[in-house]
């Protein structure tokens, strides 16, 4: 390896830890939106706050594109941002932010399976086993409960299943952005896939939602809202251009190993604010984790 090689790996690691960092703190930022503020009203925030951090970015640009482009584009911001950013504030409402955190970390399997499946990719049995070992640890996750014995199925948390399609509209955007766009840089990509569900975000907001009388009304919207404008700048627009940049150097499972990382970060945060986790989460986010670990070895 020569040292061009071993510079660009280390920003490529450090791209992966600074990700880990941001978005592994996502889901306590989150969880402070959610005092105030709906599901709805959380997720089409952060996408007003991300989409229009860029507008200096994306407006310049978007005249160069084709329709082609911009329609491919449309589906990156439904499927990378927007959806989501809906899901996620959905599930917080009866999961913790740190389960949430190891949850997401389902993702890399997701872009295996999904590349399989839609983009010719191949799956291989190292990354069936995989993700027979993760399923195992998301049922443990999602079964577990407070005041039970560990082993006992209490009933399925349900809410996990909006943590697991979030994590499958991200394989079909590694995918697409890996297979789909090597024409545009990463830049315009983030920039310009936000800028087109902006305006979604922003009718859902203003019309279908009480925002802004909250905002005005209610003691603790404006720092809510402070929080929730941390987590659209830095955990969807500024992580997306990292994030964006490191799928068009390396492979998408490379990119989203990041995932490994960020549960660690969302448990951190999500046991200093005072959330429980009992010995049935810790064997489910082992396992998990080991799963993704497993099957996105190389050998």
């Known amino acids: 390896m020569n040292s061009n090689q071993s510079d660009s790996n280390l920003v490529n690691w450090v791209f992966l830890i600074v990700l880990a960092l941001i978005w592994g703190s996502s889901f306590i930022l989150i969880k402070r939106g959610l005092e105030i503020f709906s599901p709805g009203e959380v997720g089409a925030y952060r996408i007003v706050a991300a989409a229009t951090f860029l507008l200096p970015l994306s407006l310049p640009r978007i005249k160069n594109l084709n329709s082609k482009q911009i329609q491919n584009l449309l589906l990156v911001g439904l499927v990378g941002s927007f959806i989501p950013a809906f899901l996620f504030a959905k599930a917080q409402t009866q999961l ?24 010719s990719s191949k799956i291989t049995l190292r990354n069936g086993i995989g993700l027979g070992i993760a399923f195992i640890g998301v049922v443990i996750l999602v079964t577990v409960k407070e005041g039970a014995d560990f082993g006992t199925f209490s009933g399925i948390n349900a809410y996990a299943f909006f943590v697991i399609l979030a994590c499958v509209c991200y394989g079909f ?18 920039a310009i896939s936000l800028l087109v569900v902006l305006p979604m975000a922003l009718v859902y907001l203003m019309a279908g939602t009480d925002f802004s009388y909250k905002v005005t009304q209610v003691d603790g919207a404006l720092e809510a809202l402070g929080y929730l404008t941390l987590l659209g700048v830095f955990g969807t627009a500024i992580a997306l251009i990292l994030f964006n940049i490191m799928v068009k150097k390396v492979t998408p499972v490379f990119a989203s190993s990041v995932t490994y990382f960020i549960p660690i970060v969302a448990i951190f945060w999500g046991v200093l604010d005072g959330e429980v986790l009992l010995l049935g989460h810790y064997v489910g986010i082992a396992a998990v984790i080991l799963g993704v670990w497993f099957g996105n070895r190389k050998r």
Do not use: Y
């Open 96 to 119: 913790s932010s740190s389960l949430t955190g190891v949850l997401n970390a389902l993702t890399p399997l997701f872009v295996v399976l999904i590349g399989a499946l839609f983009f």
């Open 173 to 190: 955007n590694l995918n697409l952005i890996k297979f789909r766009f090597e024409k545009l840089k990463p830049i315009e990509i983030t």
